[in-house]
T-cell receptor
Framework: AQSVAQPEDQVNVAEGNPLTVKCTYS??????LFWYVQYPNRGLQFLLK??????LVKGSYGFEAEFNKSQTSFHLKKPSALVSDSALYFC????????????FGTGTRLLVSP | NAGVTQTPKFRVLKTGQSMTLLCAQD?????MYWYRQDPGMGLRLIHY???????AKGEVPDGYNVSRLKKQNFLLGLESAAPSQTSVYFC???????????FGPGTRLTVL
């Protein structure tokens, strides 16, 4: 079955420090991977995606993600965290079951302390 | 450009009542989706549409119906609400099935 795992329910980091939010995937064929962010009482916002090409993908708000095929991972990173980055982050993988749908992870809450 | 909008934002129903959630998008997207978000479970696809007049079942379609009479609108109906349908419902749209999806702000539904 095609799936995404986000092993950490919550990540705590101090402002100014680098952050990593982890994601691993299981999919047949080439993976198409996405990161979304959800701020309180808001819908999900697209951050970045990996389709093919460079393993380091740059996205919105200074975020980037590193695709690692051998480890089946797609970790979200930022060199210097901001308090305003505090939100819920979802990793997703495209899965085909007669239709190209997104399979979401359970989400990781990021808390950036001042 | 409003993007994806949803009405209502909040709703409380009693078991057995019916209601319709409205999703509208002004981006001329072909594809539209309805998800539900439950704690610890991420987002799960309820129904989707690949164009005006079409609908299809997602992962958790039971207890829901949908209609896409106009390209810009995608309606989600609950004919007889159950407490298990208490959730936050998100609508999304995309130009095609390979593109990223744009999400609405959500509707928080409580069924008592």
């Amino acid at each position: 079955a095609q799936s995404v795992a986000q092993p950490e329910d919550q990540v705590n980091v101090a402002e100014g420090n680098p952050l990593t939010v982890k994601c691993t995937y299981s999919v047949s064929g080439n993976p198409y991977l996405f990161w979304y962010v959800q701020y309180p009482n808001r819908g999900l916002q697209f951050l970045l995606k990996y389709i093919t090409g460079d393993n380091l993908v740059k996205g919105s708000y200074g975020f980037e993600a590193e695709f690692n095929k051998s480890q089946t991972s797609f970790h979200l990173k930022k060199p210097s965290a901001l308090v305003s980055d505090s939100a819920l982050y979802f990793c997703a993988v495209r899965a085909y079951t007669g239709f190209q749908k997104l399979v979401f992870g359970t989400g990781t809450r990021l808390l950036v302390s001042p | 450009n409003a993007g994806v909008t949803q009405t209502p934002k909040f709703r409380v129903l009693k078991t057995g009542q019916s209601m319709t959630l409205l999703c509208a998008q002004d981006m001329n997207h072909e594809y539209m989706y309805w998800y539900r978000q439950d704690p610890g479970m991420g987002l799960r696809l309820i129904h989707y549409s690949v164009g005006e007049g079409t609908t299809a079942k997602g992962e958790v379609p039971d207890g829901y119906n949908v209609s896409r009479l106009k390209k810009q609108n995608f309606l989600l109906g609950l004919e007889s609400a159950a407490p298990s349908q208490t959730s936050v419902y998100f609508c999304a749209s995309s130009p095609g099935q390979y593109n990223e999806q744009f999400f609405g702000p959500g509707t928080r539904l409580t069924v008592l």
